[in-house]
């Protein structure tokens, strides 16, 4: 069975640093792209990065370039993000989630953790 | 990098169908066949319910269909259900990057 679980959120003053991390099992995870997606209390989701099977390729949403780093380490089946800088706006429940195969859906997600920015 | 276009609500009776919009650009749902739709129950994690435009994944009712045609994505739900109830969101590949809907709250009466 795939799982995906999340870890690492939390409250953190703006400006503060958080890494959160997401704990794949059930699936050979080296052989996925997988990515980070945020969802604001009563909003929608919003992709926030990817990263290749490898590590070679990563892909982030404009709002959060220069300041979020994608990171993964296939030996212990894990997927990082490093967020620093962070602002009020980067208040969400921030999810795990893996690519199909073919890279053209989400097909597992986590439970999600939640990050609060807030003074 | 804008979000795509989704009525905030729709509601049909137990039995009837109803069909969810989601409305981007040529330079996503126009673009690319990679639209996917997603259902999520409050305090839920998002479920994969159709990929790449009209695919059901295994174990989603066949109840779920999905289309497309231009830069507009449906999902049309028939011989609705109580637990069906639920916010459904369209995401589209952009290139690159993912984009989503802002989501729309199905109410079965």
């Known amino acids: 069975e795939v799982q995906l679980v999340e870890s690492g959120g939390g409250l953190v003053q703006p400006g503060g640093s958080l890494r959160l991390s997401c704990a794949a099992s059930?699936?050979?995870?080296?052989?996925?792209?997988m990515n980070w997606v945020r969802q604001a209390p009563g909003k929608g989701p919003e992709w926030v990065a990817n990263i290749k099977q490898d590590g070679s390729e990563k892909y982030y949403v404009d709002s959060v370039k220069g300041r979020f780093t994608i990171s993964r380490d296939n030996a212990k089946n894990s997927l990082y993000v490093q967020m620093n800088s962070l602002r009020a706006e980067d208040t969400a429940v921030y999810y795990c989630a893996r690519h199909d195969s073919s890279g053209t859906h989400f097909d597992y997600w986590g439970q999600g953790t939640l990050v609060t920015v807030s003074s | 990098q804008s979000a795509l276009t989704q009525p905030r609500s729709v509601s049909g009776s137990p039995g009837q169908s109803v069909t969810i919009s989601c409305t981007g650009t040529s330079s996503d749902v126009g673009g690319y066949n990679y639209v996917s739709w997603y259902q999520q129950h409050p305090g839920k994690a998002p479920k994969l319910m159709i990929s790449?435009?009209?695919k059901r994944p295994s174990g989603v009712p066949d109840r779920f269909s999905g289309s497309k045609s231009g830069n507009t994505a449906s999902l049309t739900i028939s011989g609705l259900q109580a637990e069906d109830e639920a916010d459904y969101y369209c995401c589209s590949y952009a290139g690159t990057h993912w984009v989503f809907g802002g989501g729309t709250k199905l109410t079965v009466l």
């Open positions: 059930g699936f050979t995870f080296s052989t996925y792209w």
């Open positions: 790449d435009v009209s």
